[in-house]
Nanobody, 123 residues
Framework: QVQLVESGGGLVQVGGSLRLSCAAS????????MGWFRRAPGKEREFVAF????????NYESSVKGRFTISRDNAKNTLYLQMNNLKPEDTAVYYC????????????????WGQGTQVSVST
């Protein structure tokens, strides 16, 4: 079992920045590809970004590419999501997740999930 706890969410103005963190405990963090997903009000949970086990490969959903950066510190068992130039449509609950797949954007492939952290972007 891997336990995941997100932090760093909050209320920010359009154009602002936030850095989300996801702390992992339980089993070792290293073997898992890690991802960020989000669920906006009235919508399904959607893929945002993932990073492979070593941190050498990342992938982003098109609307966040160039604004968000996913990273990980395996020594600290922590995943990050740096979010810049935030837009109102980024408002959502953000979840971190872990998968045994090498690379995948499919939420059904992610085995472990955190409880989520709210990000709200105001105009």
């Amino acid at each position: 079992q891997v336990q995941l706890v997100e932090s760093g969410g909050g209320l920010v103005q359009v154009g602002g920045s936030l850095r989300l963190s996801c702390a992992a405990s339980g089993r070792t963090f290293n073997p898992y590809t890690m991802g960020w997903f989000r669920r906006a009000p009235g919508k399904e949970r959607e893929f945002v970004a993932f990073i492979n086990r070593s941190g050498s490969f990342t992938n982003y959903e098109s609307s966040v590419k160039g604004r968000f950066t996913i990273s990980r510190d395996n020594a600290k068992n922590t995943l990050y999501l740096q979010m810049n130039n935030l837009k109102p449509e980024d408002t959502a609950v953000y979840y971190c997740a872990a998968t045994s797949y090498t690379i995948t954007t499919d939420r059904d492939h992610y085995e472990y999930w955190g409880q989520g952290t709210q990000v709200s972007v105001s105009t």
